[in-house]
DNA sequence: GCTTATTCTGGGAGCGTTCCCAGACTCTCG
DNA sequence: CGAGAGTCTGGGAACGCTCCCAGAATAAGC
């Protein structure tokens, strides 16, 4: 088949010319000003619909300078990007927030440092009023760029070397260390961690949580570090931390595909939860329901990370002042069957 | 802290007169075109760092009529946007093609109608030069609205309804129907289904390959309809299947997710896989190894659909003709230990 | 009826680019 | 040395829209 061509497309000059009024009536109707007489409002309706007129955004765009567009940028690699269970979460509490506000969201994934450039020069080109951005680890050159660019903001979690834009978070400190002091309170002895994401805020906080819980207790043989938020790491990490210690009865991993591989990694040993040992995940994904047993995990509030995010960001478009540089949502302990 | 406003930015002016040359060499330098002596290219590209320029998109796509982005329309409720193992790959695959040809990709997620409304202005307002939609329904406006406007578009899986827009997608009947006939050749003899997603053409295909491959030995009571693709539908319809036919020992399930939610049901009624009954899934998604037991299930390619859809865009694009109105890849089916 | 508001309209200017034409300057070659 | 080709540059025009000013038409007030 041929390939398919945008057909020509009618101008305001068009319309303005069938309606039989000027350029200028035209963009009243359109912009719905007052000042308009019926007449000419009904006959500039017809006329629109008549020759299929559609507004040129560029050149709208030009003289307005503003796009209607908020970008969402995700800047994971692709494993993480496909077994995150929060980023639909946090996509769709934003998406709605914009959308009553009329504006329209783009996400832009990036993969690699040449998609790195092309969106550091597409959000500072124009294309977006304002930017949300996912998971921003230490010297990531796009939150770099647009907290350099003074493109209203907003991050979803707390990057530690960005200052000056507004961030939405949960406290992954506070929860790590009470859902560890629960597990602790169960009467577990030797409590580990598989640990991951130590490159980023999130997964520091979580480890540093654990530690504040153990105090005295903590033994760093206990702690294995795992490369992603993924039930394969589960299934690696519980094997790791078995061979350090054949006696660990508690274990707190850093998210539920972590903690469900870690189940998997039990049960192939011979080993059950919670009665052998005592499994906490961490997100409250969909993975918690399915485990066996079920997980007891931490429950993350993407919606409403996603929509405070999408707040943050419009009030700077509409150039109110943000109250506070950064805020943390609560999170709640979800105590099922596995610990 | 107060609002954040982007800065005054330079225009090609600034730098034109920082570097002591014209516009227009400016435009040349900034387009990598030749006839540009070394002297000047150095000066603007200098000019360019010390006045911190950055090309307006607007003004450049009013008067080259493109915008460098191709749109992503993914149009599905939002419990399903979570689900869908295979969004997130397909994405990825159109990603990667479209980087490869300097392209951004902006993913459109469509909810509500007033979404839709947005969406539909967006894409003919200029702000793409094309479009992958994934998932039409019947009736679906956004792609009337799309094949209508002429914009160089593709679709992943193939809308019923909508004729002269290239597609890609699998060959749902034949991949159900080829994993029913394994099903029947391990023996099974009372075979029913999980069916979801018949308002579309993959979910109708999958019942149609079903019931093609029983012919004769079809009874409609053994095929229960779910609305949705998730673990909690599996679980509710194998529940129901049961109630049907307690005697069934073979399930085909429209996916994996379902697959799994069958296999949690089973087991709270003490039957398992593949002993008592036969399960097979289908996307070859993350649950499919995840279950216990791993699931037999039918792989789709799904970042290859997305890299065709992509192509079959640029080459829109590029003016190159489409070969053939739609194509289906190939599907495999993995066989594990479910059935 | 005349003045002053109020409502409505047309069209010039300008947004920041690219495109393209005309002219200047530099080679090359007979 | 002069003609022609090749290289490089400046700047006018246009892209399609919004903004805004000035003026026309209508309504309101005395």
Known sequence: MPPRRPVQRATINDVARVAGVSRGTVSRVLNGETYVSDAARTAVEAAVAEVGYVRNAAARNLVTRQSGAIGLIVHEPHSLFLEDPNIGSILLGINAVLSEADYQLVSLVVDSDRDGVRVASYLTGGYVDGVVIISARENDPIGLAVARSGLPAAFVGHPMDIEGVPYVGIDNRSA??????????????????????????????????FTDALGDRFDPRLVVEVPLFAHSSGIAGMRELLT???????????????????LDAMRDVGLSAPGDIGVVGFDDSAWARRTQPPLSTVHQPADLLGRR???????????????AEGSFLETTIVWRDSA
């Open 244 to 262: 350090h210690d054949d006696r660990v009865d508690g274990v707190f991993a850093s998210s539920d595909a972590i903690a469900a591989g870690a």
């Open 176 to 209: 790590a260390r009470a859902v560890t002091e629960r597990l602790m309170a169960t009467g577990r002895q030797r409590i580990g961690m598989i640990a991951a994401g130590l490159d980023r805020d999130s997964g520091q906080d979580r480890l540093a949580g």
């Open 309 to 323: 995010a999408a707040e943050l960001v419009l009030a700077q478009l509409e150039g109110r002042s943000v109250e």
